[in-house]
Every structure is written in structure tokens, then in C-alpha cells.
């Protein structure tokens, strides 16, 4: 068996001659009607967006029509009776209850600032009281990226640490931050068992301009997969300003002298705060939400191969009710990938021989706000990652230019013509992309393999890519429309979408009905971390 990202998966090469010319009529089950269908309910505005917290509950609406669908194609269930509970909360700092404060000699606030953010850590509040503070410089030993931090106890303290390094101080003016540098600071950290760490923003940064792009990034609602830290691992990390350690030290300017001493090697840079007192919280809002994914399993029709599988994706969710109010339908992102789907899975279920290997239909949730149901799904698969052969991510997949999309001219994802169809693959099994063109060039359409690498990140095909699975996403690009309330099913190309299903579909079978290993050698790239 094989697992290096250089080998040239010769499964896929093989199959491309053997198989790729002799796939099933499987096409005529996807049909244009029941595409349109499909998309007129999942895109109504009865369903408000398909997002968390509207009205209606959009988002588990269409999940249920999603399993009513499967279920009645006759698939098996992935999931408990279809579904993947993705648990999630929505989390939303409350600036006005958070904040540092340092107390006078007559036991009253003399400083106090509501400049704190979290960088690292689990959701929920924090509370600091009068915790034993230790400066600790830059963090920073010797060129090595070497940590340590020796000569005192950290175990149950809190610990100051400047951003960047000594040569950053002495530069003019100051630098951008290097979240790899920082992070290797934190890990070092961890092991010390210290109570939290309170990073100081780039003293040199006089406006705070970084901090602040942070602190407006940050303390947004955003949203996270419930428990998905480990409380005893790690560091919990805070951030705020120079003016807080300038509190603690007893003046303005005093924190940058001691950096200047650090930064010259006059200094450890180590210094234990005993007698100041100070108090602080971090305070934050967190509501439970559950998202489900959608799981329906066609068996493959060999008796040892249908325990590896081919994946077909696409995510259902959207934006929900927009700042205008108006219902953010989201027919082409992704109600497109999601009916496609739908049909695709009804193909596959009506064949009489089915593909050797067994495919999972997969619709995930949470796309939208950091592609947490396809995370959920590498980390529960249905079948191991090592078993499966390749993920089909559908994102985007019926439009067709009109002139006002050129206002995406300068995107390398302009959306296509009535023939054209981004093709993205990684690098894992190049053999991947022969199968892809021959489908395409017996269905009369022309592949885009231009996007550039940074795309892989972007949908739910990064997981399963980060996890060493050959991906193909398929997209037909960006249109005006996008992420606007005008996404609308009236501007489906349904002709095109059914081109795309049915391309999806003869790429699919042709990989899940690749010849046994007995046959042609070891054809799994196995053994994926």
C-alpha cells in the first residue's frame, strides 16, 4: 500500500482506461424537473436563509427534507437515522463586562480598560483576582526559536509577554505579527501550568491599529464547534494593550523602558509582581446550537471493496435574514450543490449493478461560518479517511455568465459559460484530473484547472484535503449575485446544473468502480494521517 503525496496514484490510471469508457446511463435518473423541485423549496424564503437562530428553523427544516429524501431513494443511514449531531455554540464577547482593572493604594480603581480579547482557549467567561503577575520579556531565549522560561515558578501565575522578538524593539518603527513565533510561546507556556497569559500588543504600534483589527475581528459573534478543546490541554490566552502593564509598573512609558532593557540584554525580563492588586474579567455570551449533517450511504456491490467508499458533499446551510431584512435564499450557494446532490444519490440508488465501492452522500452544515460540519464529518467519518478514495465537493453549480458578473472580473472565478466548469483537485492523485476531463469531454464541457492553490481552503473540501483524501470541487464560479439577497432559484440555469450532475456523477462511478487491488497492485493511497 502507498501514502506518499508524490506517488502518482496508479489506481486512477488504470482506471482511466478501463473504466472511464464504459459507465452505466446513470444520468438519465437525474432529471431536470426534480432539480428545479428541489431548489424551489430549499430556496424559499419559508426557510429563511437556512441559518441559526431565525424564526423559523430554516436550517433543520431543510435537513429533514434532505433525510426524507434519502430515506425514500432507499439509501442507508450514515448517522443515526441519517443525521450527524455537529453540537455548536454561537459565542459574542460582552465588551461592557469585560475588563482589567489595577487598584490604587486606597484599595479604589486607578486604571481602567476594556481592551481585552481572547486568542486562544475554551468559550465561556474568565475571571482574574489578584492573581501573582510575572513579566516575562519577549518570551524570547536565543535565535533558535528555543522557549523556556527559567528561574521561577509559573504554576497557577499569570504571565505577561510582549509580542515579537528583542530585534522587532529595536527596529523603526514597529512589525506585523508572526502568529507562528507567538504560538510557539504559548506551547512553551502550557507545560508550566501557569494560569493564563495576557500577550501585550506591539508596544511601537502608538494607535493599537493591529490590536483594534483584532479586537473588531474578534469580539463579532462568531461560532465553534461545542467542546472542542480539551479543558486540561493548552493555555488560556488573552491579549490587551501597553497601557496595562504601564499600570501595573506605575506609569506611562514604563513598560517600553523595561522592553528597551530587555531588548538590549540588560534584562531577564523576568519580574514577579507581588504587591500590586488587580482584578479583571473576560466575559462572553454562549448559546448552544445544533447543526446536523445529512449521511445516506449507497453500498458498493463487492463484498471486501464496499469498505472503502467515495464521498459526495455539498453544504446546505446559508446567510439567513440579511441587514436589510431580506431573506438570504442562497439558490446557487448552495442549494445548487445541494439538489445536484440529491438527484446524483437518486442515480446511484436506481442502478441495477451498483459500483464496486460504497458511496456516502454527505450534506454538511455551518459551511458559512467556518465550514464546522465538514470538520465534524473527518473527525466522525462514516468510513475511515483511509478508505476513502476521494471526497466530490459540489459549491456553486448553476449559473451561467451574464454580462453584469464582469464586476468579478479580476477574480480568477469569474463564473463560466454554458460550457465551462472550475475543476479543482489537489495534488494527491493527478490521475484524478484524467478521469475528470474525460467525463467532461463526453459531456461537451470545459474544464477550468487554473484556480489557484488558496482554494482549497476556502469549502468543505479543505478537511478532507487537509486529511490527505484526493478532493475535486466543483464550482461554476462567482456571480453578481453572490452572498446577496438576489441569489435567487429564477436565476438557476437548470440545463447547465444537470450537465454538472451528471458529470459528478460519471467522475464518481468511475472511481468507486475501479478494478480490485488483486487486479492491478495496491490502488489505495491507504495509510493517511
Same mark, same amino acid.
Not at 486540561?232 to 532593557?261: E, H, I, Q
Not at 440545463?495 to 497492485?521: C, N, W
Given at each position: 500500500m502507498f501514502s506518499k503525496k508524490s506517488t502518482v496514484c496508479f489506481y486512477y490510471l488504470i482506471l482511466f482506461s478501463v473504466v472511464a469508457f464504459s459507465q452505466p446511463a446513470g444520468q438519465v435518473f437525474i432529471d431536470v424537473f426534480d432539480l428545479q423541485r428541489h431548489m424551489e423549496f430549499l430556496a424559499s424564503d419559508s426557510l429563511m436563509g437556512r441559518n441559526f437562530n431565525t424564526k423559523t428553523d430554516g436550517l433543520g427544516i431543510a435537513s429533514d427534507y434532505l433525510k426524507k429524501s434519502v430515506e425514500s431513494m432507499g439509501l442507508k443511514p450514515g448517522g443515526q437515522c441519517f443525521f450527524q449531531s455537529v453540537d455548536m455554540v454561537s459565542v459574542k464577547t460582552n465588551k461592557e463586562e469585560t475588563f482589567l482593572e489595577v487598584l490604587g493604594i486606597n484599595g479604589k480603581p486607578a486604571w481602567v480598560n476594556h481592551s481585552l480579547i481572547k486568542l486562544e482557549g475554551s468559550d465561556g467567561n474568565f475571571e482574574f483576582e489578584n492573581d501573582k503577575i510575572v513579566f516575562a520579556g519577549f518570551g524570547w531565549k536565543n535565535d533558535s526559536m528555543n522557549f523556556e522560561f527559567p528561574g521561577l515558578d509559573l504554576a497557577g501565575k499569570v504571565v505577561l509577554l510582549a509580542e515579537g522578538k528583542p530585534d522587532y524593539f529595536s527596529k523603526q518603527g514597529f512589525s506585523k505579527r508572526e502568529q507562528k513565533v507567538e504560538e510557539l510561546k504559548y506551547q512553551a507556556l502550557a507545560g508550566k501550568k501557569v494560569k493564563a497569559v495576557i500577550v501585550i500588543s506591539l508596544s511601537k504600534d502608538f494607535k493599537n491599529s493591529i490590536f483594534n483589527r483584532m479586537e473588531n475581528r474578534l469580539t463579532h459573534q462568531r461560532y465553534n464547534l461545542k467542546n472542542r478543546?480539551?479543558?486540561?490541554?493548552?493555555?488560556?490566552?488573552?491579549?490587551?494593550?501597553?497601557?496595562?502593564?504601564?499600570?501595573?509598573?506605575?506609569?506611562?512609558?514604563?513598560?517600553?523602558?523595561?522592553?528597551?532593557?530587555?531588548?538590549?540584554g540588560k534584562h531577564t525580563g523576568l519580574i514577579s509582581i507581588e504587591n500590586v492588586k488587580w482584578k479583571g474579567k473576560f466575559s462572553e455570551e454562549v448559546k448552544d446550537l445544533n447543526g446536523r449533517n445529512v449521511v445516506g450511504i449507497v453500498e458498493g456491490s463487492d463484498p471486501e471493496l464496499k469498505t472503502e467508499c467515495v464521498v459526495f458533499m455539498a453544504h446546505y446551510d446559508h446567510l439567513g435574514i440579511g441587514k436589510e431584512k431580506d431573506v438570504m435564499n442562497g439558490a446557487d450557494d448552495n442549494v445548487s450543490g445541494t439538489a445536484a446532490l440529491l438527484e446524483i444519490a437518486e442515480a446511484f440508488s436506481k442502478l441495477e449493478e451498483k459500483p464496486r465501492r460504497s458511496i456516502v452522500f454527505l450534506w454538511v452544515t455551518a459551511e458559512e461560518f467556518g465550514m464546522f460540519g465538514s470538520k465534524y464529518y473527518v473527525d466522525h467519518p462514516a468510513f475511515p479517511m483511509? /478508505?476513502?478514495? +476521494?471526497?466530490?465537493?459540489?459549491?456553486?453549480?448553476?449559473? *451561467?455568465?451574464?454580462?453584469?458578473? #464582469?464586476?468579478?472580473?479580476?477574480?480568477?472565478?469569474?463564473?463560466?459559460?454554458?460550457?465551462?466548469?472550475?475543476t479543482l483537485t489537489n495534488n494527491i492523485c493527478p490521475g484524478l484530473v484524467a478521469i475528470s476531463d474525460s467525463v467532461c469531454g463526453k459531456l461537451g464541457l470545459v474544464p477550468d484547472h487554473s484556480l489557484p492553490e488558496s482554494f482549497l481552503y476556502n469549502s468543505d473540501h479543505y478537511h478532507f484535503?487537509?486529511?490527505?483524501?484526493?478532493?475535486?470541487?466543483?464550482?461554476?464560479?462567482?456571480?453578481?449575485?453572490?452572498?446577496?439577497?438576489t441569489d435567487e432559484t429564477s436565476k438557476i440555469s437548470f440545463?447547465?446544473? /444537470?450537465?454538472? +450532475?451528471?458529470?459528478?456523477?460519471?467522475?464518481?462511478?468511475? *472511481?468507486?468502480?475501479?478494478?480490485? #487491488?488483486?487486479?492491478?497492485?495496491?490502488?489505495?493511497?491507504?495509510?493517511r494521517n
Open positions: 478543546l480539551d479543558p486540561t490541554a493548552g493555555v488560556p490566552v488573552f491579549m490587551t494593550t501597553p497601557d496595562f502593564p504601564d499600570a501595573l509598573l506605575g506609569g506611562k512609558g514604563k513598560y517600553r523602558k523595561y522592553l528597551s532593557s530587555v531588548a538590549k483511509d /478508505k476513502t478514495l +476521494a471526497c466530490i465537493n459540489l459549491d456553486m453549480v448553476g449559473r *451561467v455568465y451574464e454580462p453584469r458578473d #464582469s464586476v468579478w472580473d479580476h477574480s480568477p472565478k469569474r463564473v463560466k459559460d454554458f460550457d465551462g466548469l472550475y484535503h487537509k486529511n490527505q483524501v484526493p478532493v475535486l470541487s466543483i464550482s461554476t464560479g462567482y456571480h453578481a449575485d453572490y452572498h446577496k439577497p440545463s447547465k446544473l /444537470k450537465r454538472v +450532475a451528471d458529470y459528478a456523477f460519471g467522475v464518481g462511478y468511475a *472511481v468507486a468502480s475501479q478494478i480490485k #487491488s488483486t487486479e492491478m497492485g495496491d490502488p489505495l493511497p491507504a495509510g
